[in-house]
Every structure is written in C-alpha cells, then in structure tokens.
C-alpha cells in the first residue's frame, strides 16, 4: 500500500491506537497501550476472535465500539519511530504493511457484546515523537524551550524517569556486591528460562486423553481457556444494591420531569415499570457469576487447558522459595483448590526429599478422581463472596507454620483478589496461639504499604511470564508463556533479607543505559535509567540481564526520596 486512503472507522480506529507509541515507550500508557492493541503473535482463541480478545483484555464490560489488534512486534512497533518509518503529514508512517485485526461492535446479545472481525495488512501512521534518551529531530526544536531529552519530557509531561537512589546505590568494582558470581547470575536472579512437566505426568495426562470420549477437544479448550481469563469476582449484595440505587435514581430523574407536578410522587403503575426497567439494566450491565460444576468430562478438558499452566505458575513461585529461603524443608503440603494436582507435582519436583503428606483438598468429586489418576492453584474465583475468601483465606493462613503460596490469572481480577488476601492476612486480628509470629510478604512484594498499582484512576495487574514446554497435543506450539500473578506470605521476618525493589516489566536494553520499572521498598513504582557512569559496572551488567520478576539487588534507605533526573 503506497498511500492511507479514506478516513472510515476502522483507520481511525487504527490511527487512535497508535498515537501515543512514539512518545514514550515506557510507563503505565505504554503498558495501556500494549494491553489492548497488541497481540503477538496472533493469539489463537478459536474462530471468534474478536469476541474472545476483547473479553480477555477487559473491553467487553461495557462494550467497547472498536478496537484494533497488531500482529507486529514491539521492536518493530519500536523502529516505526526510527529508520522503520517515514514523515507523512506530521507523523511517521511504518515503511512495510503490518497485519491487524480490527474488532467493531455489530451489536449486543445480553451481556454478551458480538463483534464484527477485519483482518487486514496496512502501513500505519503514528504521532510525531521520540523514544525515551533519544534527542527530538532537529525540525522539532524551536528556541530554549524545545524539548531535547526524555528526562526533560518526562518533567513537563509527568513521568518519572527516576535515577536509582544517588550517593547511596552506587556499587562498583570495589565491592564485594558479588563476589565470584557472574553477573547474569546475580543474588536477585529469580526467572526460570522456561519449565517441563515432569515425563510421568505427560504420560499420565496422554493416556487419559486417549482413553476419553470427548469429541472436539480443541475447541472445548479454547473455550474454557476463554472463560477462566475473562470471568469475574462474584458481585457483592451491598454492591448490587447500590448500583440498584444509583441507577433508580437516574432513571427516577427522567421520569420526573414529566409529569405536571415533579415533587409528586409516581403512580403504583409507573414504579413497577421503572422497577422493571432497573432489573433489565442490571442484568445487561452486571457480570453472572456462577459456580463452576466439573463433571468427569469438563474435569478432563481443564486438565488439557490448565494442567501445563498451572504447573509453571507454581513452579515458578516455588523456585523463589527454594532460592532466598534454601533451609526451607517442608514435611507436609496442604493444596487448596487442587485441581488437577498440579501443585502437588511442583512441591514434589522441589522438596521431594523431606515432603512426607500430601493433602489436596477440592469441592468437585470428578476433579479428585482425576488428580488421584494423574499422580491448582486458581482457586479464590470459585468462592461465591468476599466473606468465604476472607474465612477461607484466615482458616488456611491458621493451618501454615512456613507459606502460603497464593497464585491466580494474571488479570486484575487476579491481582485484586490477591491484594484482599494481603490485607486480610496482614490486617491481623486472627493470631495463633501456639504461633505468635506476626505475618510478612515474602514475595513478590517488597513492602508491606498499599500496591501501587492499584490506582483508582488506572488500576494494572502486577503479573509475571513463565515460559513452559506445554503437554504434546498437536495444537499446541512447542513453547508457551503463562501470565500470572502470585502472593507468598510467611510467618515471622526472614532473617538477613535485604529489601531489594522488585523488576515489575520487560527490562529495556539501549546503547549504554537500561530501562528498569521498580516496585521499591517505600511502595512507590520507579522507572530506573541505569547507566555504568552513573551506577557502576556490576549493577549496570546485573539490571542489563536481569529479567521482568526478578529482583535488583539495591537498598534504599529510609525516608530518602528518589528524585527525577
């Protein structure tokens, strides 16, 4: 395509999904604009992907008009704002078609929101910017005030591209930060590169397979898959109730005004109508959570969609364990929610030795009939209300002398649950009276303050990657990548840990500095530009190969502020 004809739905649709790309590759916006545009490679969801993508990314509830999905990646998204693209009416437009998919409301069946799917390969334009620590174009700069480096936007837009903690951080080769230790092996390195069932597992899990009766698997995974990223808490009845309220009383306010007096009250007929039409609202807007009930045949299609995932969630919380706390030896596993079984194959593979019970406990019959065969975590969804979670939560933290290992999707659904089991756990109030050590965050935490990034205004998920070798079934590729978020909780403080900041993002590589996004110590986010002048060799070479979850070995110390460069 030599030219951008037309200016209809779908190419504004496009052109509002890349404005910001340029300006700044970092940041919460960046992460917005990843979240709902890009999708690479194409997911795989089966043959509604429109409906099931928007769902999963949050933009069904309420539905939203249109939406468009690029199928590039982020360094070629990255080079349109370079040598990649070319100047076209003030923008840059990408040299080479990329392939999109773009998604327009057709129309509303319930709460359901069914979309109308464009796939397409087209060049796209995006607004005129830079890439952070880059200068502008020299066409751009117009007297002093012109803006020449990323630090300088960042002061007039807002964005803290923080330095880590000067004076104090500084580690050089001086140091015995670490030892003989490479630095790709640093003491904050927590990732695993990528994780394999163990082969007895495989094998159970073929043969059960192979023995079933189910017809169109594939697509009944698809499906579940689908269904367990998008669902929901379960409503409140207080919360209900007040939406009821505030939607009565919106509705009461139309009505009003027509009739001859407005402080009259209505008619018996014309408060069952506007009654009627609150209930209809409410079934459209509000999610239907219900229980899920697991038969012998739906146990066996969450074992093929879940059981690979699931297994590297855990596992890679486990490794966190098993690296800072190595005297950790547990003798008995209580697996609440368990599934499949899958974390207690994980706890196997990693305290096999000195583990001697194993109790999984689960509500669905089929699903315990299939784990005992095959010899999860994601379980605080199944609870229909927050006073079953919060008992629940405080009945198993009641039941744990070493952790509780919490994992969910890494949704914001996901995380939130998370985030009320933190505050049950630490709010107290449920001692032990044999037990009197006091709870602390293990992971992935670094403090004990509110999470900062749940921001009413633009709350986001605190999610991992785990990369896992998933079962052998032809549909699946050789490799996938598990999104979860998880919570570690521990009794008593651990001794000698140091509370380094947690990595939250992708780590950014440029010429002679890293981009690092930090969950700190005070409980605040930081976007940490790191550079050998500035922070030393070793702490350069550590962030440069450190990876998203792992932990930067820096101390910070009390009170001191972290200020912008």
């Known amino acids: 395509m030599g030219s951008l004809k037309g200016t209809g739905p779908l190419f504004l649709a496009l052109l509002v999904a890349c404005l910001l790309l340029c300006a700044s590759t970092q940041g919460p ?64 437009r990408s040299k080479r078609p990329l392939a999109v998919t773009t998604c327009e409301l057709k129309r509303t069946q319930g709460a359901r929101c069914i979309y109308r799917s464009h796939a ?50 500084q580690v050089d080769n001086s140091s015995d930060f670490l030892g003989n230790v490479p630095h790709r092996r640093h003491p ?31 697509d009944q995974v698809v499906s579940l898959t689908n269904y367990l990223w998008s669902r929901k808490r379960p409503l409140e009845a207080s919360e209900l109730q007040r939406r009821g309220q505030q939607l009565e009383q919106q509705l009461r306010e139309k009505v009003q005004p027509r009739t001859a007096d407005a ?27 219900e229980a899920l009930r697991y038969t012998d045949e739906l146990s066996l299609v969450y074992m093929v969609a879940r059981l690979d995932g699931g297994f590297a969630a855990v596992s890679r919380a486990f490794h966190e364990i098993q690296k800072r706390a190595p005297a950790f030896a547990p003798r008995t596993l209580l697996d609440f929610g368990s599934g499949t079984g899958s974390v207690s194959w994980a706890a196997h593979g990693a305290w096999g030795q000195t583990l001697c019970e194993y109790l999984c406990v689960d509500s669905s019959a089929p699903m315990l009939a299939l784990a005992e065969r095959l010899l999860q975590a ?21 039941k744990k ?23 049950i756990i630490l709010g107290g109030g449920d001692k032990v009276a044999h037990d009197p050590r006091e709870a602390h965050v293990f992971a992935p935490c670094p403090h004990h303050l509110p999470c900062p990034r749940l921001n009413p205004e633009q709350p986001l998920p605190c999610n991992y990657l785990q990369a896992y070798h998933p079962l052998p079934f032809r549909w699946n590729p050789a490799l996938k990548e598990e999104l979860f978020s998880f919570l570690i909780l521990r009794r008593g403080p651990g001794v000698g840990e140091e509370p380094w900041p947690r990595i939250t993002q992708a780590v950014l590589g440029r010429a002679q500095h890293v ?37 930067l070995p820096v101390t910070m110390p009390h009170g001191e502020a972290v200020p912008g460069e």
């Open 401 to 423: 002398e070493g952790f509780l290992v919490l994992v969910e999707n890494g949704t914001k659904e996901g995380h939130q649950m998370l985030m009320e089991a933190r505050e």
């Open 188 to 218: 904050g390195v927590l990732h695993l590169r990528s994780v394999r069932l163990p082969a007895e597992l495989v094998k159970a899990a073929q043969l059960l397979v192979e023995q079933s009766t189910v017809h169109g698997l594939k």
């Open 29 to 92: 916006r960046y992460q917005k604009f990843l979240w709902q545009h890009h999708d690479n490679p194409r997911t795989d969801v089966g043959r509604d992907y429109c409906g099931a993508m928007m769902q999963r990314r949050g933009m069904a509830q309420p539905c939203k008009d249109i939406n468009t999905f690029i199928h590039a990646s982020r360094a070629q998204l990255r080079s349109v704002c370079r040598d990649g693209g070319t100047l076209y009416q003030g923008m840059r």
């Open 120 to 169: 397409a390969s087209r060049q796209f334009p995006l607004a005129q910017g830079w890439i952070p620590n880059q200068p502008l174009p020299k066409r751009e700069a117009s007297g002093a005030a012109a803006l020449r480096t990323a630090g300088e936007y960042a002061k007039r837009h807002g964005t803290a591209f923080a330095t880590i903690i000067p004076r104090v951080s």
């Open 515 to 551: 981009h690092c996004h930090l969950c700190c110590a005070d409980g605040s986010l930081q976007h940490a530009v790191i550079t050998t002048r500035r922070h030393g060799r070793d702490l350069y070479r550590c962030a440069r190969l450190s990876h998203w979850g792992d932990r």
């Open 378 to 398: 994601f379980s605080l969804n199944e609870l229909p209300s927050l006073a079953e979670r919060r008992e629940t939560i405080r009945t198993l933290w009641r």
């Open 263 to 289: 402080s009259s009250p209505l008619t018996d007929a014309e408060v069952e109508k506007l009654q009627r039409r609150v209930l209809n609202r409410l079934r459209k807007t509000t999610y239907h959570w």
